[in-house]
């Protein structure tokens, strides 16, 4: 009994040593796997990753901000403003009265400045008399009666005469630029890609009655014609850049043709008064009119403007010489006047100063900053 005991315990304890060892065995392959997942997390690293954030720095384009610098256009506007430095005026400090008289194209920035100087504080009197140059060239060289001349032409050498045959010597003033605005009423329909200088010519001669003996593709109706008077720049002007161009080939012997065809037209009305010019085009289909840029946007509403061998009036167009009606203003006055009446000399200065910051509203163009600079050594020089 003891032996089959002994047997049978030694059985089972065979069969628990074998089924034991066994499964004690077996863990230590599979805590194996376990470490080698480990490694596997060794991809962590591959956060570097985060690095790529550097593209943060990408963000440098805020260098790129340098890009400001293309702002520096801005210098280009200075020397309009300060290329030549005048000494301060105080309208406040200013006494005396002052007289102008002159061009109608003129006229709307003179007032504006005459305005300003006010409402700054000076308290005197400014008169203006919008005359037209010729007639403030009359009262300036020969009456003596003005201080300041307008004018929307330079002095004639006859003029230049006239004021040293009473002692004064013209100092011209650079003021702005205008453009001549050539407009038609707005129900015109066969001039709206506009006329030709020469076309120009013909429209205002006595060659031509009707519209049709200028273009045979025009209406066959009379032209109605609106003309500034012959005391004004304006009528000058329009003489030498459109009709003499037209009607003189020798300055000699076809000396005054060309404003004679303008006078000798049917249907032409001269008027020293530029609204007068405005209601007369604005009032009829067949009417044709030109006057100071400044009169045509105060009327835009009212009148068609157009352009002249295809180029239409604009800033960048008159600035770059590129429209063929455009011309400089100025204002005449002289040392000596500046000298004896010092309100004259702060007005001229004042003028120069701000005109920049006014001709814009009045519907003109700013002078080039160099013809600026001039006008502004001129007042420097004569008050030495």
Request: charged share 25%.
């Amino acid at each position: 009994m003891r032996s089959k005991l002994f047997v049978v315990l030694f059985v089972v304890m065979m069969l628990v040593a074998a089924c034991g060892g066994q499964p004690t065995a077996a863990p230590q392959p599979t805590a194996a796997p376990v470490a080698q997942e480990q490694p596997t997390m060794a991809p962590e690293p591959t956060k570097a990753p985060e690095p790529t954030k550097a593209p943060e720095a990408t963000k440098a384009p805020e260098p790129t901000k340098a890009a400001e610098p293309t702002a520096a256009p801005e210098p280009t506007a200075v020397p309009a403003a300060s290329g030549v430095m005048l000494p301060e005026v105080n309208p406040l400090e200013v006494k005396g009265d002052i007289i102008m008289a002159g061009s109608s194209t003129v006229y709307p920035l003179a007032e504006a400045i005459a305005e300003r100087f006010k409402d700054e504080g000076y308290a005197g009197n400014i008169t203006i008399d919008s005359i037209g140059s010729g007639a403030g060239f009359e009262r300036f060289c020969k009456a003596g009666e003005t201080d300041i001349a307008n004018a929307s032409r330079k002095i004639k050498d006859t003029e230049i005469e006239a004021c040293q045959a009473i002692s004064r010597e013209p100092l011209e003033v650079r003021v702005g630029t205008d453009a001549l605005a050539v407009v038609v009423n707005p129900a015109n329909d066969w001039l709206k890609d506009g006329v030709t200088l020469e076309e120009l010519a013909k429209i205002y001669s006595k060659d031509a009655v009707n519209w049709s003996d200028v273009n045979p593709a025009w209406p066959k109706e009379a032209i109605k014609r609106f003309s500034p008077g012959t005391d004004s720049g304006t009528f000058d002007y329009f003489v030498e850049a459109v009709m003499d161009k037209a009607y003189v080939k020798d300055a000699k012997a076809d000396k005054g043709k060309g404003e004679e065809a303008l006078l000798g037209a049917a249907n032409l009305q001269l008027s020293e008064d530029d609204n007068v010019l405005v209601q007369g085009v604005e009032g009829d289909k067949g009417a044709i009119g030109y006057f100071g840029y400044a009169y045509f946007q105060e009327n835009a509403g009212k009148l068609q403007d157009l352009a002249i061998n295809g180029i239409a009036p604009t800033a960048e167009t008159v600035d770059q010489n590129k429209y063929p009606l455009a011309r400089p203003l100025f204002i005449y006055t002289t040392a000596q006047l500046m000298q004896d009446k010092p309100q004259v000399a702060s007005l001229v200065n004042f003028f120069l100063t701000n005109v920049n910051e006014e001709i814009g509203k009045v519907g003109y163009f700013p002078a080039n900053p160099s013809a600026l600079d001039q006008a502004k050594q001129a007042w420097l020089d004569a008050m030495k």
